[in-house]
């Protein structure tokens, strides 16, 4: 059991911290009682489940909390395309630079190979074309998802504090280039907690080709508590870890194994009944045998119609693996999961968006492969009905420079001074664009947005007050938007 | 109302208040102020107002409606007067027309939308209705309420804040009189059992033997007692047979690796760099080692500190006090930041943030880029603590070399250097030797080579070839297989490397003259304000040191040693309490100080000051020597009591803080695992220190890698099965069993360790591999020791795990488990057994201690 608990009620006198939260950070966890008679003051056990014995209760530690406000969104899908999609490859458009493929141009930038000030154009290979009805322009890197501009909000101006992978994750996932803090699944985890409770509230779907730069760190529930960090889902074979009996353990058997052990710890608990962490291990047991069957009939993509699955391009060898991800992550949110991020590229090199050698092969790649499975998971969404309590992120860590990395090739280095996201459902407004970079889309130049108002914007669209969901530790109230916190990017909600 | 009549209400209030009558309207607040003094409502009104509407107030309004100086909307909430007054828009609230007040509207969204953020949740839109409609009750008085965000500013450097106990020197409390003397055992038992009586309240009895037993092993050494080990224990009948087991424990080798991994969560330890590559910190493991030896050796821990502050600028540099300054080298290192001057103060902040946390219980790096909100301490007290490590190099640079120079350095004794020296002479002598040799018979064939075969000459590989050609013509077969077995040798000699092994993670520094370090506004190195000089906090009222100037040819600047003089102290108030406190915490759950990193102005209040205080100069007095005071406290009978509630103590004390009874408490992660291996008869805790091993990681877990199983190596099963400790740290892949049971996050500083109950927890220890193979070692081990009798393995393996003899009930309990695994569900004789075994080790009893 955790104690810890979002900082949505009163402030009280403990730095901003709950009560349960301070006594859990002194050292106070032991006192199982005391705990419980605490959580009873501000309601903590009215929010019990009862575990699959229907007698044990559980205190989930991501039981359902209120929002700071009521929210716009219920769940949110990150769509990681880690390694850095090139912005003016994709989204924004930059006519301008039109014939001037090979000049060499005075341009400032700054990536892995260090800070220049000039650099050899490299145009972009893809020919764009106007979308929709808000005209929106995109590359025929993306057909399908071009059908579906009107419910996108293009972010062109968006800004980070590093070009280099391993800090750019970090900062993309927990707000910090240092590591060590929670992700914002964790974060929205800890604020509004999950609403089903035989699956995990934070799931991050990989790349079969490879975790991405720092791994697990990525997905780390940081200074807070385990319970908040994400569960690694597959969308083939086993989904989640150690979910599967051992060979040979039937359930049959298992059963019997747990009712044993629940007889056994019963025992124990008795005299103890005082300690609510022995009731609440009792009942992880029930919770994590009922997972072993939620997570499964979560996974099982074969009771999808051909339709959808043809829709996210299930069938089609490049965009199944993608395809299956997203399906399984509109299984996921339908069940109430609250924060899904599945990752396009894993590895090294070529195996995600970093396309340092061959910019055409690259993209082409990587476009290809998630194209129709996130244009699909838009309109599958939209058809549901779910698309407004859905929001959608789409982006990576940064976007590419506009010119070339190498004195040959098409290459293109990192580039934080300006790069494109998007956004759409869970209140998003469709078929806007914020933001401008410069003409040749090196840096951002209008409504320049760093990370944080990103953040913030998602957890305003999730009905959070970026300023306020704080978290207690290291002698301060930590944010996700950091101490001076951020605004929502107001123009696109 | 509508949006059209509120502007028109905005309009005319605006009128009024700027135009006509200001006079008269201020007037007319007072009157209405008057009508209803605060003072009037009734107390239920008043419990509601602080209880459920302040809050509120606080949380919602106070950004624009609290502060002093930027207000919105010209409308303050602080206090009545300037509700009912309201803002540009009118006044928020008619007492005379509650329900169309413009407050109400505002926080339903019906003509302002109040707060921008989104709307209330409908229960405080609720609350506010019921308060508006009330005539907003509120305290009497009508003080405006505080707005945390400006409440105060910082805390001043004064007379007020310098008497905070913890800034204060250490007195030697008096141990207080108590009148069930029978129950003191030591001055420890006096101070807790005072509070006790003075509450009305009696300490629980003392725990059960094996209890207590148990208590004791893992408390030192993180372990379980054998079951050889119990029987001895038990059949001892002296009454000083809980002391000699103290002392036996306490002179174990293994209780260094309990408590140096205590030690090891504070200064955040691990073994690689994180980021992108998280590379491994060369030769990190001796700091483990040599912190594992420090405690095993009961080094006094002033000198446990000094080590590692100073260890290389103290008189005699030891290759141990060399290797303890490896504590700087432990936290995170980006080796490829996008700024590295900023990165350099990120690191030295790191370096600052654990030394004041963890050894002075204060949080200094709060104070990096304004003055500490919380405490009396300055900005530029930060900076001039800073200073004291202003000459420190990185890390390293990019990796590789750069790591080798700035954070390497030889621990080798002169005797080792020496034949280290000789050794690479030797090998170069010979090296020469042969290579005449070799020239010599080279010769012989030289003025015979045509011209092709000099080509082939050239390559000294070839040369053989060609002296074959020409055996028995100019040279002799002899000369060949000499020159053949010359050329052997060189090759071997080649391939010598020196022995280099001895070398240590350091600190280093740039030279004997650090950096000018300056206080940087906003803790930005692009904006450098005044120079600082090294000086300690000004809350201690201590001049600043006199830095010795630094010997000809010094490669540090002295600084660190200086620091350590004044931490490493018995004048310091803060260190021998902030230490005592933590041999407490571990001992008891919880500190006297259960904020064991914050002894400042907002950290808990200690529960039993007077004892602390006694603890922290009992410990100085006895020449800080851990041991003893694990003694000490171990051999009181608060330490000894029973964990058992009584419902009247739980009901006047809920959260135990008078120490009525002992807290119960969860395997740690690494008592988790160690455990299963020890109960299953396969912990190899024989085997200490050295490089860290790496035990069995799924696939499934290094598919998160970018590179799946990069930066992971492959041990025997000999040193998998090695204590917990020694397992390789690797920040970005945490061995799952650890990360599970809340092993500490390495990334920062971790006082106390989180204790979650999980489902994953659940399926790991059900279905995981770890937990299934050490299971079916377990049940091996049980069908070697009790033949075939199933009845005897069930008895074992319960002994085994729970320290303890079964009861008959849990006996049966487990036969009839696994004949019911045979019988119903099919399994095989082995496989029940097994299934049995996972069983026992899923216990609560196993994990929980009493």
Known sequence: MSETRPNNRSRNNFCGRTRREFLWQTGGGFTGVAMAGLMGNDGFLASQAVAADGVTPFENPLAPKDPHFVPKAKNVIFLFMYGGPSHIDTFDYKPRMKGMDGKTVEVKTFGRGGRRNNGRIVETPWKFNQYGQCGQWVSDLFPNLATCVDDIAFLHSMTADSPIHGSAMLMMNSGRILSGSPCLGSWLNYGLGSENEDLPGFVVMLDPRGGPISGAKNWSSGYMPADFQATVMRSQGEPILNLQRPNGLTEGMQRHLLDTLRDYNKDHQQPRADNSNLAARIASYELAFKMQTAAPEATDLSSETEATQELYGLGEKRSEPFGRQCLLARRLVERGVRFVQIYSGGNHNDANWDAHGDLKHNHDMHAGETDKPIAGLIKDLKQRGMLKDTLIVWGGEFGRQPTAEYARGTGRDHNSFGFTMWMAGGGIKGGVSVGKTDELGSTAVEDRMHVKRLHATILHQMGMDPDRLSYFYGGLDQKLVGVEGAEPIRQII | MSRFKNIVTALLALSVSIGVLSGTARAQEKTDEKKKPASSFKADQLRFFEKDVKPILVARCFKCHGAEKKIKGGLRLTFRSAVLKGGDSGPAVDVKKPADSLFLEAINFESLEMPPAGKLPAKEIAILTRWVKEGLPWTPGDKPLVNPAEAGGSPEVNDETRSFWSYRPMKRPVVPAVKQKGWV?????????????????????????????????????????????????????????????????????????????????????????????????????????????????????????????????????????????????????????????????????????????????????????????????????????????????????????????????????????????????????????????????????????????????????????????????????????????????????????????????????????????????????????????????????????????????????????????????????????????????????????????????????????????????????????????????????????????????????????????????????????????????????????????????????????????????????????????????????????????????????????????????????????????????????????????????????????????????????????????????????????????????????????D
């Open chain 2, 185 to 849: 055992q030591n001055p420890i038992d006096a101070f807790v059992l005072e509070k006790l009586e003075n509450a009305g309240l009696t300490p629980s009895a003392a725990a059960d033997r094996v209890v207590l037993l148990r208590r004791a092993y893992y408390d030192l050494l993180g372990l379980p007692p054998t079951p050889e080990e119990v029987q001895t224990f038990l059949d001892d009948d002296s009454p000083d047979a809980y002391e000699k087991l103290i002392d036996r424990l306490l002179e174990s080798p293994h209780y260094g690796e309990k408590w140096g991994r205590h030690w090891l969560d504070l200064v955040r330890y691990a073994e690689t760099n994180s980021y992108e590559r998280d590379g491994p910190k060369p030769h990190v493991w001796r700091y483990r080692d040599w912190v594992i030896r420090s405690l095993n050796a009961d080094k006094p821990y002033d000198q446990f500190l000094r080590e590692q502050l100073a260890g290389d600028e103290l008189e005699n540099p030891t290759p141990e006090s060399l290797i303890a300054t490896g504590f700087y080298r432990l936290g995170i290192w980006d080796d490829e930041p996008a700024d590295p001057e900023l990165a350099l103060y990120d690191d030295l902040d790191d370096i600052l943030l654990v030394t004041g946390q963890v050894m002075l219980g204060m949080r200094i790096n709060c104070a990096r880029c304004h003055e500490h909100k919380l405490d009396p301490i300055p900005q530029a007290d930060y900076y001039r603590l800073l200073s004291f490590f202003g000459g420190l190099t990185r890390f390293g640079v990019r990796g590789g070399d750069s790591i080798a120079q700035r954070s390497l350095r030889s621990i080798r004794t002169p005797q080792q250097e020496e034949f280290r020296k000789r050794a690479i002479v030797e090998n170069d002598q010979q090296k020469k030797t042969i290579a005449a040799k070799m020239a010599a018979i080279e010769k012989l064939i030289q003025g015979d080579l045509s011209p092709e075969e000099k080509q082939t000459f050239r390559d000294a590989r070839k040369r053989i070839d060609l002296l074959k050609k020409r055996v028995k013509k100019l040279v002799s077969q002899q000369q060949v297989d000499e020159y053949a077995a010359l050329r052997k040798r060189r090759d071997e000699l080649n391939r010598f490397r020196p022995p280099n092994g001895d070398m240590a993670l350091c600190v280093t520094e740039i030279g004997s003259k650090p950096r000018q370090m300056h206080r940087l506004v906003r803790g930005s190195p692009q904006a450098k304000a005044e120079k600082v000089q090294p000086g300690f906090p000004s809350i201690f009222g201590i001049a600043d040191p006199q830095i010795p100037a630094a010997a000809a040819g010094a490669k540090t600047a002295g600084r660190r040693r200086v620091l350590a003089d004044w931490i490493a102290s018995k004048d310091n108030p803060r260190t021998a309490r902030v230490m005592a406190n933590r041999l407490w915490q571990f001992h008891f759950g919880r500190g006297i100080v259960r904020s064991s990193n914050d002894f400042g102005l907002q950290g808990t209040e200690p529960t039993h000051p007077e004892l602390l205080d006694w603890l922290a100069t009992e410990f100085t007095s006895r020449g800080w020597r851990m041991k003893a005071m694990h003694k000490l406290i171990m051999l009181s009978n608060t330490y000894r009591m029973s964990s058992r509630a009584d419902s009247r103590s739980l009901a006047k004390d809920p959260e135990n803080d008078l120490f009525w009874r002992f807290n119960m408490r969860r395997l740690t992660a690494e008592e988790v695992r160690d455990s299963v291996l020890a109960v299953n008869g396969s912990l190899n805790s024989k085997e200490m220190f050295g490089p860290s091993i790496y035990t069995i990681i799924p696939a499934e877990v290094l598919a998160g890698q970018s590179q799946p199983g990069s930066g992971w190596g492959k041990s025997s099963p000999e040193e998998r099965a090695r204590r917990s400790v020694y397992i390789h740290v690797k920040r970005s892949l945490m061995v799952p069993v650890l990360e599970s049971f809340d092993a500490a996050d390495t990334d920062g500083t971790c006082p106390v360790r989180f204790s979650t109950t999980q489902p994953t927890q659940a399926l790991g220890m059900l279905n995981g591999d770890f937990l299934n193979r050490e299971a079916t070692v377990f049940a091996e081990l049980l069908k070697k020791q009790a033949a075939d009798n199933q009845g005897a393995q069930v008895i074992l393996a319960l002994r085994r795990a729970l320290q303890r003899e079964p009861t008959k009930k849990e006996t049966t309990r487990g036969l009839k488990f696994i004949d019911d695994a045979k019988k119903r569900f099919g399994a095989s004789d082995d496989d029940a057994l097994k299934y049995f075994c996972l069983l026992v080790l899923n216990l609560n009893e196993f994990l929980y201690l």
